[in-house]
């Protein structure tokens, strides 16, 4: 069985930082890619960042570049997104998501199969 969970969600002044983890388990971890995806109330469901299987290839929307990073522990099986400057309208939940690896990374939700509960991230202003 394969579950997906994330951590490191919380409540945060803007400015301030955050680390998000993604833990998958019941799968061959290192061959799947990782997305991280956010949702707002009222919005659509987001891409934020995503990573090759190989960690060779990473994605980051313009709204969060050179703000976040991803990495990725194929030996712990987790994928950690850094969150810094953190802005009010960074506020979602956000979920982890798998896609079995293929060239590059994507960045649409429906390709990616198995995802967590999500983990909510509040930024003050």
């Known amino acids: 069985q394969v579950q997906v969970v994330e951590s490191g969600g919380g409540l945060v002044q803007a400015g301030g930082s955050l680390r998000l983890s993604c833990a998958a388990s019941?799968?061959?971890?290192?061959?799947?890619?990782i997305g991280w995806f956010r949702q707002a109330p009222g919005k659509e469901r987001e891409i934020v960042s995503a990573?090759?299987?190989?960690?060779?290839?990473?994605y980051y929307a313009d709204s969060v570049k050179g703000r976040f990073t991803i990495s990725r522990d194929n030996v712990q099986n987790t994928v950690d997104l850094q969150m810094n400057s953190l802005k009010p309208e960074d506020t979602a939940v956000y979920y982890c998501?798998?896609?079995?690896?293929?060239?590059?990374?994507?960045?649409?939700?429906?390709?990616?199969?198995?995802w967590g509960q999500g983990t909510q991230v509040t930024v003050s202003s």
């Open positions: 998501a798998t896609r079995y690896g293929s060239v590059g990374v994507s960045t649409t939700s429906w390709e990616y199969r198995y």
């Open positions: 019941g799968l061959s971890f290192s061959s799947y890619d």
């Open positions: 990573i090759s299987w190989t960690g060779t290839f990473t």
